[in-house]
């Protein structure tokens, strides 16, 4: 979906969701970057503030959580921290 131009706008930017105590004592704010990492990868997603998410958890879109949860264990611990500023949008290509 994020190919096509016509329906690249549609797709929805994957976030990771902390409550919003989470964001102060992490020092996060919505809208900018955070750094998830495990011991197995690490993910950079915008950072989006959600009250449904309970203190202590992070919320990673599937896609992007399968670079950091090992199926080989019972519970995968993911450590949160500021990432680099957000990358400026696309300019888009003038057809006219």
Known sequence: V??????SALAAVPTI??????????????GGTARAASPRGSVTLVVASDTSVPPGVVSVPAGEAADLVDIATAVTEVGVEPGPPPAPPAAKADHG
């Open 2 to 7: 994020t190919h096509s131009a016509a329906v």
């Open 17 to 30: 969701r902390l409550h919003p105590d989470e964001l102060n004592r992490l020092g996060l704010s919505a």
